[in-house]
């Protein structure tokens, strides 16, 4: 990572997938947010163009209801799930699709990924191939994964299979999975940080950079900052790899 200089991004930014759609760079998330609408409505009414959920977190139908609500159009706003771990299997991720879709009361999901690689290698296979024809019969735009190791995404290719447009990760100064990164921006996946903001274990040092770009709260724009080349050094010098995780980051499953 180098010097950031003063970004050109907003909330409505968005970067081209590998399926060819666009994703908002900046997403929602509504991980322990049963009742989420309020959340999903403020985030809408501001600019926010992008929600994360995951049949995990049991709030799709309320996810669903706020995009209704907001009056923006379906297509103007980047909606993710994802396939629950004990949903690992062909049939049992297609079926995870169709309960999603009628959840969300949606007529295709934008992203579908498979929350984690926590079951075994076949198993992980036959979800992603679920995937694959889910998306083949237009009920998912753009498919992926989350939490996926290199050695997960290695299983993917020497399968001989479409390979993942996303992986979302736990990504942020202490863990910066650098091996992931690099696997990823090889092979053209789009790496997705979740927990970015360490679930608020901000370091000394961290809290010291924050410090020095005030305008980001005069002027209340998360991207009207500015990183120097000697901060980006301190921020690149804090990461703990496996230590730095505050979530189950599994990407070490077997
Ligand atoms: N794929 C996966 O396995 C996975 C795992 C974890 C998370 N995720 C996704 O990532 C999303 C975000 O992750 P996360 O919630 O774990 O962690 P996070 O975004 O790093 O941290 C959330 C915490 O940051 C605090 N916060 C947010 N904005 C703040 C601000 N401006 N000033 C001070 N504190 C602030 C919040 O405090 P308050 O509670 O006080 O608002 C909350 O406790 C989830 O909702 C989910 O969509 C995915």
Redesign the pocket.
């Known amino acids: 990572m180098s010097a950031i200089s003063k970004l050109t991004l907003t909330l409505g930014s968005t970067i081209r997938l590998s399926s060819g759609y666009e994703l908002p760079v900046v ?1 929602l ?5 049963d009742d989420c609408s309020p959340a999903c409505l403020a985030a809408l009414k501001h600019g926010y163009r992008h929600i ?3 049949r995990m ?1 049991k709030n799709e139908e309320e996810v669903g209801k706020s995009v209704r609500e907001s009056g923006i159009a379906r297509g103007d706003v980047f909606v993710t799930s ?1 396939v629950n771990n004990p949903e690992h299997g062909y049939e049992t991720a297609l079926a995870a699709v169709d309960d999603s879709l009628n959840k969300f009361g949606f007529e295709y999901i934008d992203l579908m ?1 498979i ?2 690689p926590l079951s075994d290698k076949e198993r992980r296979l036959q979800t992603w191939k679920g995937l694959i024809e889910a998306k083949k019969q237009g009920k998912v735009r753009t498919i992926g994964v ?2 996926y190791g290199p050695r997960h995404l290695e299983e993917i290719r020497e399968a001989g299979l479409e390979t993942p447009s996303v992986n ?3 990504l ?1 100064p202490l863990c910066q999975q650098k091996e992931i990164v690099e696997y990823c921006t090889k092979h053209g996946i789009i790496v997705e940080a ?7 274990k901000w370091t000394d040092k961290i809290v010291e950079i924050a410090k020095k770009p005030a305008r980001v709260i005069s002027n209340a724009n998360i991207f009207d900052f500015e990183i120097s080349a000697e901060d980006m050094e301190a921020i690149n010098a804090l990461d703990r790899g496996k230590d730095g995780a ?3 980051n599994p990407v070490d499953a077997p």
């Open positions: 997403g998330g509504v991980y322990q947010n994360d959920s995951a977190y994802k990924l929350h984690s989350s939490n979302q990760v736990e942020h979740y927990s970015p903001l360490i679930r608020g505050v979530t189950w």
